[in-house]
């Protein structure tokens, strides 16, 4: 083939250099995603069949941070969760605590690791992506503080949809640790489901003295979602599960909603003739 000016010749030369550059991009994302795939199913195969079904029959209570808390309840016989810096709550002896990142469990490691319960660190997919800014590494918690918590390792990642099946797959999230923690909780099947502090306010933390640093209007928006997707999954693969929210706030209308009379003292619009109470932690 001949070309009368250069021009031309260019135009050949840039097509296949993009069409290569397109070619290898995407054999780059193939072999990211079986490497993936392999790790998880190796992890996840070792972590998470025992959990299958586990709480069958028992009440599974999440707790959070979220400004509700104050006006947690009390769940006699329950299995508790902790997120982050929930683990510091002494009015609960969690069985369970889940965390990811520094910038919300810096603290907790050294108490996660004698607490004495079972602590789980997410593994977040979308560090390993060549264009994650560096300043996203420093978020990670180091080996060796992980080591000390002698955790259940998973992974954990920004997705559409959130998967049932986590001993081959990763954990949901949309924004926020309590994500995976539902997805595990909704894993052990239990009777009931309770959020605590869930409450997706977007009103900083319930913790007085700490920075109450407030989301995005997308990472807020993203962690609502987050919620109505993970109803979905309840709703197909185990809808017998009843999920609870206490002081629902964002959250309310999508599981079944109930309040703690401490809450409603400080919420007159909410009558308390329409709603469900439940009673606080210390209440006799």
């Known amino acids: 083939m001949m070309f009368n000016d250069s021009e031309g010749l260019s135009r050949l030369l840039n097509k296949s250099r993009d069409e290569i550059l397109s070619l290898y991009e995407w054999k780059s994302e193939w072999i990211k995603l079986n490497c993936y795939a392999n790790a998880i199913f190796a992890l996840h195969q070792k972590v998470f069949p025992k959990y299958r079904h586990c709480h069958v029959g028992e009440d599974v209570v999440i707790v959070a941070c979220g400004p509700s808390v104050r006006h947690a309840p009390v769940i006699h016989g329950a299995k508790h969760l902790a997120v982050n810096r929930a683990l510091f709550d ?26 004495g319960c079972k602590n789980f660190v997410g593994i977040y997919m979308q560090l390993w992506r060549e264009n994650t800014s560096l300043d996203r590494w420093t978020n990670v918690i180091p080996d060796v503080l992980i080591e000390k918590m002698n955790p259940e390792r998973f992974y954990m990642g920004y997705a559409l949809d959130p998967f049932y099946d986590i001993s081959i797959l990763p954990l949901f999230d949309r924004g926020t640790i309590a994500h995976p923690a539902l997805n595990f909780a909704l894993w052990t099947n239990p009777r009931r489901i309770y959020l605590i502090g869930c409450d997706c306010s977007n009103a ?13 209007e997308k990472h807020h928006r993203d962690i609502i979602i987050g919620y109505h997707q993970l109803k979905k999954l309840r709703d197909y693969f185990c809808p017998d599960v009843e999920i609870i929210s206490v002081n629902p706030v964002e959250l309310k209308g999508l599981f ?15 009558a308390k003739k329409d709603v469900e109470i439940i009673k606080e932690a210390g209440d006799s």
Do not use: P
């Open 256 to 270: 079944k909603d109930v309040y703690t009379d401490g809450y409603l003292s400080e919420h007159e619009e909410i």
């Open 204 to 216: 900083g933390y319930a913790e007085g003295g700490r920075k109450q640093v407030l989301l995005s």
């Open 90 to 115: 002494q009015r609960y002896r969690f069985d369970y605590f889940f965390t990811m990142d520094m910038r919300s469990a810096g603290s907790c490691v050294e108490l996660a690791a004698t607490y």
